[in-house]
């Protein structure tokens, strides 16, 4: 069982957005304010009918709603039109299973694609009772332009058509967000929702009534019963009834609100930060089958490196056919769940994707997760490097022209490997994105024109290979001493070398060192051409 397609509409920064899952394994990127994390509470809201962890019919907030739409409907209605009132659909369309006879339950047309499959639309919209009110409200002035939510209820249905309930749904879902704000808003509320995750129906049944048994047998332990046998005698002149003391044993006072995990010996609140994510990852993970879908907000908080690749490596043994979806601002996450499962958001409320890489490239990115690919993928326009002198030198030659460093105009200078430069590129040429690459010739440009014949021919417009024609300064120093003198790089590097020979050994053994004093030079200094083009 899986999800193929989401399709989400008015909810927060989405309107008309569509979303097609893979079974397995997904991960959702994009720059800030792209909506990651938005897609995340939409397929756990219509998957569970819950937002940050309450029914959504009482946590309904005019800030769920989409903010052009809102104001859009007020402009309007109080210039007189008459327009439809915001609303919010988000739609999960299950992969058809016919040998899943609970799953064919929710098997209808009833969806905005008009499709017959298994799924589950939720909408929050006006009660019709309630429409003649909002409009009311929407077309006088006077009042806020703030949707008045109380006019608005919640429809949660399968394509069949029929309503649905949490207990009877054939699957279960788990979701992990280890955010502070969210871990921390009540009192063990991150711990109840994690044994709810983790523990089945029988389970938690079983925990409720051992509590009740527990706290029935408190009145009957010999202290108690002393201090209750004092104050009965003792009486009270405000009632004729006894007055005892007694553990509450109403349905409000639940074991989720009483009972506090511990890791070790101590309480669960006063264990490291990544110890916590570390546990509540895992125990997500391990829970039962029926825990079908695996939702995680940002994996990356709070781990360190060593214990992010082990939880990496937790999902893809673990997880089984379970599906995953996961949202991430680390390279290292994307390319250890395999890049080829990316789905790229953008400011527009588009969607990317890598399928068409190349088997070598995914597996090159997944054996080698170390590298920056977000980085490409997410900045304005980006320069690829072979090493750290080479990213020091166009960084200041960056400066230089533009006065001010790359990324403070979206540009990032990344450094790779030569022998990766066409994995990245491989990369910009299925998302079009905007990237110039500053290489050595090494000495033979026919072979270097060969390696990269299908960007230097233009058919490409977004990817740009930046070089030097002069085989006889195959590398970075040779062509910084070509743009200046020996005398100009003495100065500068604080050296007497006699001669270029001398000097650009010097320069061969102390790459790193040059580039930096370089960078950090007072005088001005010409830039190579094959860089100045890059940064153009």
């Known amino acids: 069982m899986y999800i193929n397609r989401v399709c989400i509409d008015g909810f927060k920064r989405l309107t008309d957005f569509e979303l097609e899952l893979n079974p397995t394994l997904n991960v959702i990127v994009g720059d800030n304010e792209t909506g990651k994390s938005t897609v995340l509470e939409a397929i756990g809201l219509v998957l569970t009918a819950r937002y940050d962890g309450h029914l959504i019919q009482y946590a309904i907030d005019p800030y769920l709603f989409n903010v052009d739409n809102v104001a859009e409907y007020f402009k309007r209605m109080r210039n007189g039109e008459n327009l439809s009132a915001p609303r919010i659909s988000i739609e999960a369309y299950f992969q058809s299973d016919d040998e899943n006879p609970e799953l064919a339950k929710l ?37 806020p332009e703030v949707l008045p939510v109380e006019f608005y209820n919640v429809v949660w249905t399968s394509f069949a058509g029929n309503s649905v309930t949490l207990r009877k749904l054939p699957f279960r879902v788990a979701t992990i967000d280890t955010s502070l704000p969210r871990m921390y808003r009540g009192p063990y509320k991150y711990f109840s929702q994690m044994m709810h995750d983790v523990l089945d129906e029988n389970e938690r049944r079983e925990l409720s009534l051992a509590y009740r048994k527990l706290r029935h047998e408190f009145t009957h332990q010999k202290g108690v019963k002393t201090i209750n046998e004092r104050l009965e005698n003792q009486g009270n002149p405000a009632t004729t009834k006894k007055l005892t003391v007694q553990m509450d044993m109403s349905s409000r006072a639940s074991w989720e609100s009483a009972m506090t995990p511990h890791l070790g010996d101590l309480p669960f609140d006063c264990a490291g930060k990544g110890e916590q994510c570390r546990v509540q990852m895992r125990l997500a993970i391990v829970a039962q089958e029926q825990s079908q879908f695996l939702l995680i907000e940002e994996p990356e908080n709070h781990l360190s490196h060593s214990n992010l690749n082990m939880l990496m490596d937790d999902i893809q043994r673990d997880c089984g056919d379970r599906q995953v979806i996961v949202t991430t601002h680390s390279a290292f996450v994307l390319n250890k769940m395999s890049i080829d499962n990316l789905h790229l958001l953008s400011h527009e409320g588009k969607v990317a994707t890598l399928t068409e890489l190349t088997s070598n490239t995914t597996d090159y990115f997944l054996k080698l997760p170390g590298y920056d690919t977000l980085r490409l993928i997410l900045a304005k326009r980006s320069i690829l490097v072979e090493g750290p002198s080479d990213e020091l030198i166009v960084q200041r030659a960056y400066k230089d022209k533009h006065k001010k460093l790359p990324l403070e105009d979206g540009v990032d200078v990344i450094s790779v490997r030569s022998l990766a430069f066409k ?73 007497e070398h006699p001669n270029d020979d001398a000097l650009l050994k010097y320069m061969a053994s102390h790459k790193t060192d040059c580039a930096l004093k370089m960078f950090d030079a007072k005088e001005t200094w010409e830039t190579p051409k094959y860089i100045a083009r890059a940064i153009e």
């Open 107 to 143: 098997k209808g047309s009833n969806n905005s694609k008009s499709e017959n499959c298994p799924g589950l639309v939720l909408t929050i919209g006006v009660d019709r009772n309630d429409l003649d009110d909002l409009k009311e409200y929407a077309s006088d002035k006077a009042n």
């Open 423 to 495: 994995r990245f590129l491989e990369i910009a040429k299925l998302l079009k994105l905007n990237v110039q690459v500053v290489t050595d010739n090494d000495g033979n440009v026919a072979a270097l024109k060969k390696k990269y014949a299908k960007y230097i021919d233009g058919t490409d417009s977004t990817i740009r290979i930046c070089y030097d024609d002069d085989e006889n300064c195959p590398s970075l120093e040779p062509q910084l001493l070509k743009a200046n003198s020996l005398d100009k790089l003495n100065t500068i590097l604080g050296t």
